[in-house]
Structure formats: C-alpha cells, structure tokens
C-alpha cells in the first residue's frame, strides 16, 4: 500500500531552527508537496520537490532525496506564529496526491 | 480576491438527514476536490472532478456524491447522514501551473448526531 510517515508532534523554541521529516513509499512519484495548517483554518501552500535536492523561500526550505524516498522541511528563526501542522504529500504514479497525517510544531518562547 | 468558498461553516445534522455542502471558486481552476480531514489521519479524498462535466471517486466516496455542472461550483451531497461522517470537510482547486498547488477552502465542520 501506499504510505506516508510523518512525526505526530515536535516542539522548539522561539528563534531555533526545526527540522521535520517525512518519508513515504507510493506507486511512483509525480512530486512532494508541503502545505501549513493553522488550527482551525485550511491548509496552505508551503513548497514543492520533484527533484532531488534543497528548495530554498525565505525562513523555510524543503529537501528532496527521490532514492531513498525522503524529504525534510527546515523552518528557520522559528516565530510563534509558526505554531501549526505541517502536511507532508505525494503525487503518485497517478497522479493524486497521498497525504501524510501532519506534524503538529509546538512553539515555545 | 475569495478563492475557493465553502457553505455552510459548521452544521450540526441529524443523522438520516439529507445535506449538501456547497462549493464556489473564482479562479476558473479546471480541477477540483473534496476531501475530509479527521484527527490522527490524512487528508483523505472523497471526490473530484478534473473538469467541468466529469467526475471521479476518490479514495473515500461511500456515503457520497458529486455533480460538476459548471467550472466554478463542486457540491458534495451526503444523502443520508451517518455519525462516522462527522469530520471537517475542506473543498480545494488546482489549476495548470508548474506544482498543481492545491487551493483550499476554509471548510466545513460537519456534526452528525
């Protein structure tokens, strides 16, 4: 089956850095996405990997290594409002997209 | 700008009730989505439509169902509503960009009793 692992929870401190990771294992791949889900409210657009290697925006980054079918976000001088789930997805060999259940970060000041 | 526009925000339903959820974008997206979201799992796909006129099951669809009459509305129709039903449900698009980002709505938090 198809599958996509992700930490249930992680927490940090104000102004730290943070990495969360996620592997999965689809019937092929099609991309990676990473969405932020405050609570409450829908989820949002992050980053997306089709090759392998480090997607640089601003304070976040996502990583890609295809082969061993892994990826990282990494959120840097972490701000409270950074306090969400963050939402690991796949594109599979046909193209729809397998979601992880979501890592929730904890800021603390 | 709305995006994607979600209706109603939160219902509490009697089960065996009849309920549409309705489902408005403005950003003539050619697909479109309707997941639930529950606790502890992923976001899982009930329907989509990958153009006006067509749609297709997704990984959840019992319980369901769909109608694509247009490009801008995507109502979800549970027929008769059952307790395992309750969850947030999120309506999203995706246009023909380089990702195929997914735009979501605000959802609909859906209570059946």
Request: with cysteine; hydrophobic share 35%; charged share 15%.
């Amino acid at each position: 089956g198809q599958n996509i692992d992700q930490p249930t929870e992680m927490t940090a401190t104000e102004g730290a850095i943070v990495q969360i990771n996620c592997t999965y294992q689809t019937s092929g791949f099609n991309g990676l996405f990473w969405y932020q889900q405050h609570a409450g409210e829908a989820p949002t657009f992050l980053s997306y990997n089709v090759l392998d290697g480090l997607e640089e925006k601003g304070r976040f980054s996502s990583f890609l290594s295809r082969s061993k079918g892994y990826s990282y976000l990494l959120l840097k001088e972490l701000q409270m409002k950074d306090s969400a789930s963050y939402l690991c997805a796949v594109k599979d060999s046909n193209y729809q997209l397998i979601w992880g259940a979501g890592t929730k970060l904890i800021i603390k000041p | 700008i709305a995006g994607i526009t979600q209706a109603p925000t939160s219902q509490i339903l009697a089960a065996g009730r009849r309920m549409t959820l309705r489902c408005t974008q403005d950003m003539r997206h050619n697909a479109m989505y309707w997941y639930r979201q529950d606790l502890g799992l992923g976001l899982r796909l009930i329907h989509y439509s990958n153009t006006a006129g067509t749609t297709g099951k997704g990984e959840v669809p019992d319980g369901y169902s769909v109608s694509r009459a247009n490009t801008d509305d995507f109502p979800l129709t549970l027929a008769s509503a059952v307790p395992s039903q309750t969850s947030v449900y999120f309506c999203a698009s995706s246009g023909t960009g380089d990702t195929g980002e997914l735009f979501f709505g605000e959802g609909s938090r859906l209570t059946v009793l």
